[in-house]
């Protein structure tokens, strides 16, 4: 029976920590801008949650503000007027693809662009 507590303990650890780690995840995410509207609110978090909020959020809503709860109630009905939002709702709504697409700023008319090929001529 000695055997089975180290088990026992590890069994009880782990569950432990993946109720910690589950509880940790937001369900709700709310931007505001500098006049406090809100103009982010969604289950998805609107930046990189890896990286320093003081880094990633003045790049969408400078001056603003994220507020993240566990409690999704009212979140259902999502808000997004952050910059590139046509862009993502306009993704969001096609199938999935295999190739990634660019972003619209990203494409520019250098070689391989939309102009039509010129076949080589002979000489």
């Given at each position: 029976?000695?055997?089975?507590?180290?088990?026992?303990?590890?069994?009880?650890?782990?569950?432990?920590?993946?109720?910690?780690?589950?509880?940790?995840?937001?369900?709700?995410?709310?931007?505001?801008?500098?006049?406090?509207?809100v103009?982010?609110?969604?289950?998805?978090?609107?930046?990189?949650?890896?990286?320093?909020?003081?880094?990633?959020?003045?790049?969408i809503?400078?001056?603003?503000?994220?507020?993240?709860?566990?409690?999704?109630?009212?979140?259902?009905?999502?808000?997004?007027?952050?910059?590139?939002?046509?862009?993502?709702?306009?993704?969001?709504?096609?199938?999935?693809?295999?190739?990634?697409?660019?972003?619209?700023?990203?494409?520019?008319?250098?070689?391989?662009g939309?102009?039509?090929?010129?076949?080589?001529?002979?000489?």
């Amino acid at each position: 029976m000695p055997a089975i507590r180290p088990l026992a303990r590890c069994a009880i650890g782990l569950t432990l920590t993946l109720a910690a780690l589950h509880s940790a995840q937001a369900a709700c995410y709310i931007v505001r801008n500098a006049q406090q509207e809100v103009i982010y609110r969604a289950q998805q978090a609107p930046v990189d949650m890896s990286q320093p909020l003081h880094e990633t959020l003045p790049r969408i809503a400078p001056g603003g503000s994220l507020v993240f709860s566990v409690d999704s109630n009212g979140c259902e009905r999502e808000i997004d007027k952050l910059p590139g939002a046509q862009y993502r709702q306009a993704v969001a709504s096609q199938p999935a693809s295999p190739v990634p697409v660019a972003p619209p700023a990203a494409v520019s008319g250098k070689a391989g662009g939309n102009a039509p090929s010129q076949a080589a001529t002979p000489r």
